[in-house]
């Protein structure tokens, strides 16, 4: 391979410093592995970046002069995101968060030589049903047309979940390159599970993520006197959102078990983990959340609602996945009152965590970026571990 630097574009709609999503951080670590190798010219093309950051290792091209997403989607940055990558020449893009822009990234990149990584970063990305069915139809015929052309045309594909690739392979006749679970930091905390029992929701407010669902769990478990129900994360904005969220605030003050602390930074997030006992999950969809990873790293038991990517809360016994509102009250009341169990779960998730989800996966990225192929050897294919 050529000793000049390899030029990557990252290309997805928001960056870290507005949103703490999960996609956005992934691309950070990912970002943070790469820049240290100094073999990498990087740029990061968003739509939403925070006026004052200046990160270090790579350059930040912003696509558009408003954080806020265009009425018709990101379809409508067609124009400029194409000419940036144009002037960029990049010989691989990134691209994670399916939208208009996925379609764009697949388009220039057909055109010019490029090659096109998009990495599936929610289950919803490769299902036939889509996060927001009832947003704007021109939006969503726009996005679902670009995503469906992107699905036919990328020169690789990876998901995040053996569940994922086979919804690519069911709903588009399209085989993933691979697997390649999420990947965080190995934890540095001090980890004090010493206080009350503390059962933590972390999300930003989205009518998918069915934050209402813990504030009524709060509500019936307050009988458990000295337990603690936290939530963090950002309250919902945006066109249709504001009378919900309006009602779920109110809710949340009503709730006298329940604390909620407004949208965090990742490092006051993970401390809350290393003292939490329990992690609640209320999502309707996902990808492979975040969340869990840093749950399982600090020795927290995960209880979801519905969410249990490739069924590792199911076979792996690091948490509880229940089916209804019911059984997810009578889930936490259970590790509440079997603080033994609890700690059981929380060890042996932290012995998955750290062994398949740290920055080790990066390597398959890495190589994918260099040369086309996860594989170390062509006849050494990428592993999937169980739990």
Known sequence: MSNEPR???IVTPHHLSVTGGGSEYQIECLIDSLAAERRYEIFYLARS???SCSPAGYRIVRIGTR???PRFGYAMDAVP???ALRSLR???IYQRV???????CAWYARRSGARLIWHVAHDTDVMLERLDPGRNPVRRFLETASIEYAIRNADHIVTQTEHQAQLLQENYARKADGVVRNFQPSPTEEIDKSGPPTVLWVANFKRWKQPELFVALANELRDLNAVRFVMVGASASGSGTVDWNEALMAQIRQAKNLDY???LPQAEINQLFARAHIFVNTSKWEGFPNTFIQAWMREVAVVSLTVDPDHVLAQGKMGIAADTPQALASAVRCLITDPARRADYGKRA???AMREHSLENIKFLRRLIDTGSMREEDSAPVAIARP
Not at 98 to 104: I, K, M, N, Q, R
């Open 49 to 51: 970046v925070a006026p």
């Open 90 to 92: 990049p010989q691989v």
């Open 98 to 104: 399916a939208c208009g822009y996925t379609g764009v």
């Open 7 to 9: 030029r990557l574009c």
């Open 261 to 263: 602390l407004g949208p």
């Open 81 to 83: 995101l194409y000419r």
């Open 350 to 352: 932290r012995r998955y």
């Open 67 to 69: 954080n806020r997403a």
